[in-house]
């Protein structure tokens, strides 16, 4: 406002309020984008132990007292180790941090079909603490493989450990192995993993075996051991981290856009297109089960049930994609599993729907062989651990794996010869004596 007083005129400034409103605003801004981060990195929630679920046994308790890192808090990265989006993230990109490089030995193992199955030998560093010769059979996660770093950090460990690894490669999942027959792998086949198994059983007839399984690997190892008793000879325990445990209750989950599952199926399904069409010429053709219309629906597919329907499948021989998923998923063989089974999943995981985790807690809550342990964060085959921002080379999921396995060869070593796994035919005193 200007005002004229004896020939000179006075400014003065019409709106002083106006900075103190941008200064506001800025304010506002901020304090958005801080309650928008707070919110995605999820960091008021808090850290906490493991939700585990078992009975209480004398075997469950020994486990849990000398395997202490499951009833301790697990503690993630503080500024993004809350969020089981960035978890998955970090795991499907990255992998890990400082990944070790073991060297092993491809082995090839012809199947009945033609197919060709691969898996790598990895020997250990050194003597297992027991003295005992132990071999981890390990099966990766979808279209994965040995190579894979989460995989290779796991196996690192392991040899130091003084365990030797035999990890399978997935059918198809190897860009420089052709396929020798027209098949690749599948939700729930545990062809190659049989063999590779039946393999080391052959070669180190006085190994003891822990079956270890991740996200699709962990439906696989416990459809095995369930679908045939014989199959859990000389099998010390199993572990199965971050599966679904229904194929058929999953599909339902994941075209859901909750927890931006419907975007992860997504990206799941242009993967799964890659792996098929690098085979293209393998699997598809005159000699195959593939048709023409089914590549070109395959090219449409923006969803794994899709590829399933039109592909995977027919693999086997599948008349309807429920068939496929109910014949597939080891929520039908896993109650037949009598070893130690250590069941884990992450409650943040975006894969894993939160109804699916009622399998394996009603499961060990029947089964005294059965251990499920839910941690509040990690993800899906995150479960990185670190102080603020840079993660730690070795997960929560690597030394929970090792640990168990290490606690279940110390109970091993501990029982009466009658009692240890593989000498079912050696009598105790007490049988003798009768």
């Known amino acids: 406002m200007a005002t004229q007083d004896s020939g000179y005129y006075d400014y003065t400034i019409v709106a002083p309020e106006m900075p103190a409103m941008f200064d506001g605003m800025k304010l506002a801004a901020v ?45 993630p990265p503080l500024l993004w180790g809350k969020s089981g989006h960035l978890q998955t993230a970090l795991y499907g990109k990255m992998g890990r941090v400082s990944c070790p490089h073991p060297i092993g030995l491809r082995k090839y193992l012809p199947m009945q079909d033609g197919a060709t199955a691969t898996f790598d030998l990895f020997e250990p560093m050194g003597d297992h603490r027991t003295g005992d010769d132990v071999t981890m059979v390990i099966c990766p996660g979808i279209g994965n493989h040995s190579e894979k770093h989460y995989i ?8 130091k450990e003084g365990y ?79 599966q679904g445990y229904s194929a058929l209750r999953a599909q339902e989950t994941f075209l859901q856009w909750d927890q931006c599952r419907r975007f992860y199926n997504f990206l799941m399904a242009d ?6 069409l690098s085979h293209r010429g393998s699997l598809f053709g005159s000699a195959t089960k593939m048709e023409d219309s089914d590549l070109s629906r395959l090219y449409t597919a923006t969803s794994l049930m899709q590829i399933d329907e039109t592909i995977m499948r027919k693999f086997h021989g599948h008349n309807s994609l429920k068939e496929y998923y109910e014949k597939e998923s ?31 807690r009603t499961l060990a809550e029947k089964k005294q062989n059965v251990i499920f342990a839910l941690t509040l964060h990690g993800g899906h085959l ?16 690597d030394k929970v794996i090792v640990g168990y396995a290490n606690a279940m060869c110390q109970w091993e070593k501990q029982k009466p010869p009658c009692q240890k796994s593989g000498n079912l035919n050696t009598p105790c005193p007490e049988e003798k004596a009768a």
């Open 31 to 75: 304090a958005t984008v801080l309650y928008v981060i707070v919110r995605c990195l999820n960091l008021k929630s808090p850290t906490a132990a493991p939700d585990i679920t078992y009975q209480d046994t004398p075997l469950n308790r020994f486990l849990l007292k000398s395997c202490p890192i499951l009833t301790k808090e697990y503690i």
């Open 152 to 159: 290779r950090t796991f196996v690192g460990h392991s040899q």
């Open 164 to 242: 030797r690894c035999a990890v399978l490669n997935h059918l198809g999942a190897l860009p420089n192995i052709e396929l020798t027959s027209p098949r690749m792998f599948t939700y729930g086949c545990t062809w190659e993993f049989a063999s590779m198994v039946g393999y080391i059983k052959k070669m180190f007839p006085h190994t003891h075996l822990i079956v270890v399984g991740f996200s699709l690997g962990g439906n696989i190892v416990c459809k095995f051991l369930g679908e045939n008793r014989t199959n859990q000879e000389r099998v010390l325990c199993c572990v199965s981290v971050c």
């Open 271 to 276: 993967n799964m297109k890659k792996i098929i």
């Open 330 to 360: 080891c929520v039908h063989y896993i109650h037949n599993v009598d070893v130690p089974l250590l069941l884990v999943n992450s409650a943040d995981d975006p894969l894993v729907h939160g109804s699916l985790l009622t399998i394996p």
């Open 382 to 397: 995150g479960f990185f651990e670190g102080a603020v921002l840079v993660p730690q080379p070795l997960t929560w999921m």
